[in-house]
C-alpha cells in the first residue's frame, strides 16, 4: 500500500519561507507525478502544482513566482519551498500522487493517496 | 485556466436520503472530472476518477455521471459517515482546478 508521510515547520512568521518534504513508502514513486494542495481556513481546496521525477513542474500560476517544487528520487521523496510567505497561506498543506487508471483507451489521472496534511500558521 | 464550480454550495439531508451534487466545467474537459470527498480531520478521499469510475474500495452507493462540462455525483442512501464537502477536480489540463465544494450536513 502506498503511504505518504509528510513533515515541515508548522510555524512562519510574515515573510520567511514555508518548507514541507513529503516521503513516500510502498508502491512506485518513479511512475508518477506527486502533487501539493492546500485547504486554507474555511475555504476550498487548492491546487498548488505537481512535480514528476524528472523534475518537470507544473505550478499555479497565483504561487509560481513563489514556489518551488523538488524531487530526489533516490529518497522517494518530493519538497515544497514557498516564499515571501504570508497569513494567506495559512493552511492545511497536503502532497498526493497524482495516480492514473486506463479506463479503455483513455488514461484517467486523479489523487488517489495523500499525505496526512500539515498544518502551516503564518503570523506576524 | 478551466474554472469549476458546483451547486449547491451546502444541503442538508437525513441518512437514508438520495443526494445529487452537480459540477460544471467553463469548458470541455471530455470525462476529466474526480469527486474528493473531506471530512474534518481527515486527508480527502478519492471518490471517483474518469467522472464515472468508482475508486476501489468506496461503496457502490456513490456513483458519477457526466461528459463534456456537467458532471453529477450521487449518494445513493446517506450513511452517517457521508456527512462531508464534496469536491470535484478537473484532470484536463494545468493547473488542475477543483470545484468551491459542496457541504453535506445533518438535518
Known amino acids: 500500500q502506498v503511504h505518504l508521510q509528510q513533515w515541515g515547520a508548522g510555524s512562519l512568521k510574515t515573510s520567511e519561507t514555508l518548507s514541507l518534504t513529503c516521503g513516500v513508502s510502498g508502491g512506485s514513486f518513479s511512475g508518477y507525478a506527486w502533487t501539493w494542495i492546500r485547504q486554507s481556513p474555511g475555504k476550498g481546496l487548492e491546487w498548488i502544482g505537481e512535480?514528476?521525477?524528472?523534475?518537470?513542474?507544473k505550478y499555479n500560476p497565483s504561487l509560481r513566482s513563489r514556489l518551488t517544487l523538488s524531487v530526489d528520487t533516490s529518497k522517494k521523496e518530493v519538497s515544497l519551498s514557498l516564499a515571501s510567505v504570508t497569513a494567506a497561506d495559512t493552511a492545511v498543506y497536503y502532497c498526493?500522487?497524482?495516480?492514473?487508471?486506463?479506463?479503455?483507451?483513455?488514461?484517467?489521472?486523479?489523487?488517489?493517496?495523500w499525505g496526512q496534511g500539515t498544518t502551516v500558521t503564518v503570523s506576524s | 485556466d478551466i474554472q469549476m464550480s458546483q451547486s449547491p454550495s451546502s444541503l442538508s439531508a437525513v441518512v437514508g436520503d438520495r443526494i445529487t451534487i452537480s459540477c460544471r466545467a467553463s469548458q470541455n474537459i471530455d470525462g476529466n472530472v474526480n469527486w474528493y470527498q473531506l471530512r474534518p480531520g481527515k486527508a480527502p478521499r478519492l471518490l471517483i476518477y474518469g467522472a464515472s469510475t468508482l475508486q476501489s474500495g468506496v461503496p457502490s452507493r456513490f456513483s458519477g455521471s457526466g461528459y463534456g462540462s456537467d458532471f453529477t455525483l450521487v449518494i445513493s442512501s446517506l450513511k452517517p459517515e457521508d456527512f462531508a464537502t464534496y469536491y470535484c477536480q478537473q484532470s484536463f489540463d494545468s493547473p488542475r482546478t477543483f470545484g468551491p465544494g459542496t457541504k453535506v450536513e445533518i438535518k
Open positions: 512535480i514528476n521525477p524528472t523534475g518537470n513542474t
Open positions: 498526493a500522487r497524482w495516480g492514473f487508471d486506463v479506463v479503455g483507451d483513455f488514461h484517467y489521472y486523479n489523487l488517489d493517496f
